[in-house]
Nanobody, 116 residues
Framework: QVQLVESGGGLVQPGGSLRLSCAAS????????MSWYRQAPGKERDFVARISLPGATTTYADSVKGRFTISRDNAKNTVYLQMNSLKPDDTAVYYC?????????WGQGTQVTVSS
């Protein structure tokens, strides 16, 4: 079955960096686009970034453009989110997402807290 496992979250000071990972299994990873979303307390889950199939076209939310970079390693079945110049507004639970056969699959999320 499909499994998505996020890791790499934590507490970081404003201006700092983190790299999130999402390890995928149970499907042909290289055949699907992958996305990152985030959900802050009391808010809806919002799109952050997406990376397409092997052509690796990337798309970002305006709020993270220029600071975050999504990438993938098809040999490791893993998608990454490099987050630089972090701001308190980036505090949220970060989730990776797969859409396969019109079904959404989510990981359990990883908490990112940006605070001094």
């Amino acid at each position: 079955q499909v499994q998505l496992v996020e890791s790499g979250g934590g507490l970081v000071q404003p201006g700092g960096s983190l790299r999130l990972s999402c390890a995928a299994s149970g499907f042909t990873f290289s055949a699907y686009a992958m996305s990152w979303y985030r959900q802050a307390p009391g808010k809806e889950r919002d799109f952050v970034a997406r990376i397409s199939l092997p052509g690796a076209t990337t798309t970002y939310a305006d709020s993270v453009k220029g600071r975050f970079t999504i990438s993938r390693d098809n040999a490791k079945n893993t998608v990454y989110l490099q987050m630089n110049s972090l701001k308190p507004d980036d505090t949220a639970v970060y989730y990776c997402k797969l859409v396969r056969y019109q079904t959404d699959y989510w990981g359990q999320g990883t908490q990112v807290t940006v605070s001094s």
